[in-house]
């Protein structure tokens, strides 16, 4: 059993994921706006990676025996300049999903709840992972520039690391 604690607060983490969600779709739909394929290839996949990470809260939260609870998802930015600040955007925002999910970590070990430490864990792989990836993928847009031909390479390029990613597994 979670704490009620623990239970708001990861409550409030599977919100931020559905978040999260809504933030990459939207930000596809200005790829598209402004065709950017590959981009918009990679953010799609973004957004459902993170409703796979709201999903796997929500199914632990209910089989942990209290209960997943949707509340009202903020609306999110639509409008960029060009595509350098909507990776921009995206670097910001997981680095601030880190830092709640590292909250959320050391609320679990201070109430020695080592059941949803141990489950928190793949968020904190997983957040790794995706500081590095999109940090990479910033720096490449800096190295080849988004003027002229240098966007078509990047959408080029991005979209090629949607295309080779492997599958992220479902939520257990
Ligand atoms: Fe659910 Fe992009 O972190």
Request: proline share 3%; aromatic share 10%; net charge negative.
């Amino acid at each position: 059993m979670i704490s009620k604690k623990l239970t708001t607060l990861l409550n409030k983490q599977i919100n931020l994921e559905f978040y999260s969600s809504n933030l990459y779709l939207q930000m596809r739909s200005w790829c598209d706006a402004n065709s950017l394929d590959g981009c918009g290839r990679f953010l799609q996949q973004h957004a459902d990676e993170e409703m796979q990470h709201m999903n796997r809260l929500f199914n632990y939260v209910n089989e942990a025996g209290s209960m997943a609870l949707i509340g009202a998802i903020d609306e999110p930015r639509s409008d960029y300049k060009n595509v350098q600040e909507v990776f921009e955007a995206t670097f910001e925002h997981e680095c601030q999903i880190t830092k709640e999910i590292n909250m959320l970590v050391k609320a679990a070990y201070d109430e020695a709840d080592f059941s949803t430490f141990n489950f928190l864990q793949w968020y904190v792989a997983e957040q790794h992972e995706e500081e590095h990836l999109i940090g990479s993928i910033l720096d490449k847009i800096k190295m080849i520039g988004i003027e002229g031909k240098g966007l078509y390479f990047i959408d080029k390029e991005i979209g090629g690391i949607a295309d080779n990613r492997p599958e992220e597994p479902p939520a257990p």
